[in-house]
């Protein structure tokens, strides 16, 4: 994907996540998230972590070529263990609760989000990066799973507010290339899905029904392994 497309998804799905979280109650963060045991304020938190990473990543030494791509970054491997998917529960608590408030962690959010695009900015195109896994990547594409984590965590949090989708063009953009290519995209066509449905299938946000699963199937299309 091109450089300058993934930047504009990031900062766009980054900024209108602030947008809505900053317009929140208190009430609202202590909802439930469909993405248990987090609450909205700790599936923030964990998206917050998301972006961390990020900056942690340009502060380490450059790799000296990339050997993962976007695509093969979500492998199914031991970061989707049951050890893995705890420490990922509790770390999105810590970041919530060492905030102290859901107004005081959208306000950081914002902070974290915006230091991040400004150091991305100032790396050149053919930066690599090791991810904390220890992957070696483009940084485009390891910004592209930032967009990832930004966009289908944001729909997840909409659906534990109990509001519409405020997916950003940009960033649907950007989450349909990369899922459209490891395949699906004739299951796509034959279906007639438009993108918010596509995407909300193709992560799991959104049941197949019978006869979706049997194209799905059928073509042998397997998606990314997304949280």
Not at 39 to 48: C, K
Request: proline share 6%; hydrophobic share 45%; aromatic share 8%.
């Amino acid at each position: 994907m091109r450089r300058q497309d993934v930047l504009e998804a990031f900062h766009a799905e980054a900024e209108q996540l602030t947008l809505v979280m900053l317009k929140l109650n208190e009430g609202d963060f202590s909802r439930p998230s469909p993405c248990p045991p987090w609450t909205v304020s700790e599936l923030l938190g964990h998206v917050r972590g998301a972006i961390v990473l990020l900056s942690n990543a340009l502060t380490q030494p450059a790799p000296p070529y990339a050997e993962v791509t976007a695509a093969d970054y979500y492998r199914p491997d031991a970061r989707y263990a049951p050890e893995a998917n705890a420490e990922r529960i509790v770390s999105a608590q810590r970041e919530a609760a060492a905030l102290g408030s859901g107004r005081a962690l959208a306000e950081d959010f914002d902070q974290v989000w915006q230091r991040a695009y400004r150091e991305v900015m100032a790396e050149p195109d053919d930066r690599k990066v090791r991810t904390n896994y220890g992957d070696a990547m483009l940084l485009t594409d390891y910004l592209v799973t930032r967009v990832v984590e930004l966009a289908v965590h944001g729909l997840d949090l909409a659906a534990g507010l109990k509001r519409e989708p405020w997916i950003t063009e940009p960033a649907a953009q950007v989450v349909e290339e990369l899922l459209l290519s490891v395949g699906g995209a004739a299951v796509v066509q034959d279906l007639g899905w438009d993108r918010l449905t596509f995407i909300r299938k193709a992560t799991g946000r959104e049941p197949l029904l019978g006869n979706e699963v049997y194209q799905v199937r059928r073509r042998g299309v397997s998606w990314l392994a997304l949280s």
